[in-house]
């Protein structure tokens, strides 16, 4: 858990996931699921099975699941997912690819 008054410079690599309730400038990149808590800001792209997002994200997301924007996020990026759910009042700014391959997160054909 990386709190709110926390800011982290430089990229996080896990094999757990992750809720983010500060900043991180720099990408996170994980096995487990990814939560970005309302209020907090990632300036970076993020990887992980299941993303959640209610505060802000400038950078991609790729996701081998589920993502879910919810009504308060700010998004600027592109997403590549498996399954996708925008809540009613999520910003997104970008384009949107589904998975293909059986680990694919990178949205090319395996």
């Known amino acids: 858990m990386i709190g709110a008054d926390a800011r982290i410079d430089g990229p996080i690599c896990l094999n757990e996931g992750i809720i983010i309730y500060g900043k991180i400038h720099g990408d996170v990149e994980t096995k487990g699921p990814v939560r970005v808590a309302q209020n907090a800001v990632v300036d970076g792209n993020i ?21 879910v ?42």
């Not at 990887?47 to 993502?67: A, E, K, P, W, Y």
């Not at 498996?82 to 997160?105: P, T, Y």
């Open 47 to 67: 990887s992980g099975s299941d993303i959640r997002v209610g505060g802000t994200v400038l950078g991609n997301i790729h996701s081998n699941g589920q993502v």
């Open 69 to 110: 924007l919810g009504k308060q996020c700010v998004l600027k990026g592109d997403i590549v997912y498996r399954k996708l759910l925008i809540e009613d009042g999520a910003q997104f700014e970008g384009k949107c690819d589904i998975a293909i391959g059986k680990d694919d997160v990178s949205g090319s054909p395996s």
